[in-house]
Nanobody, 119 residues
Framework: VQLQASGGGLVQPGGSLRLSCAAS????????MGWFRQVPGKEREFVAS????????DYPDSVKGRFTISRDNAKNTLYLQMNSLKPEDTAVYYC?????????????WGQGTQVTVSS
């Protein structure tokens, strides 16, 4: 599967952004998906995951209550709604196919989209 992330940009603290990830192929609904983020010099960090059906989601404490992962299987698209953004959310955000919180469990990655939270 090929993944194309978009929607990043510059936003002020407290603001919102919605990231999108368009997937190729006909079996998108069969895949669990996730979002990760990475800043230079640090390992890729788990942000959110969602099952193929969309019924189950998972978040780390750092974003729980602020970020929401969702998907539209009819459009082959994954989303990440980010609210109450903080400067520490600044990173390149990646969508990926896989499951769980470990990046090693994901086998296809999008190219990343930059999110910068700054006043």
């Amino acid at each position: 599967v090929q993944l194309q992330a978009s929607g990043g940009g510059l936003v002020q603290p407290g603001g919102s952004l919605r990231l999108s990830c368009a997937a190729s192929g006909r079996t998108f609904s069969a895949y669990d998906m996730g979002w990760f983020r990475q800043v230079p010099g640090k390992e890729r960090e788990f942000v959110a995951s969602i099952t193929g059906s969309g019924y189950r989601t998972d978040y780390p404490d750092s974003v729980k209550g602020r970020f929401t992962i969702s998907r539209d299987n009819a459009k082959n698209t994954l989303y990440l709604q980010m609210n109450s953004l903080k400067p520490e959310d600044t990173a390149v955000y990646y969508c990926a196919r896989g499951y769980g919180r470990l990046s090693s469990r994901y086998d296809s990655w999008g190219q990343g989209t930059q999110v910068t939270v700054s006043s």
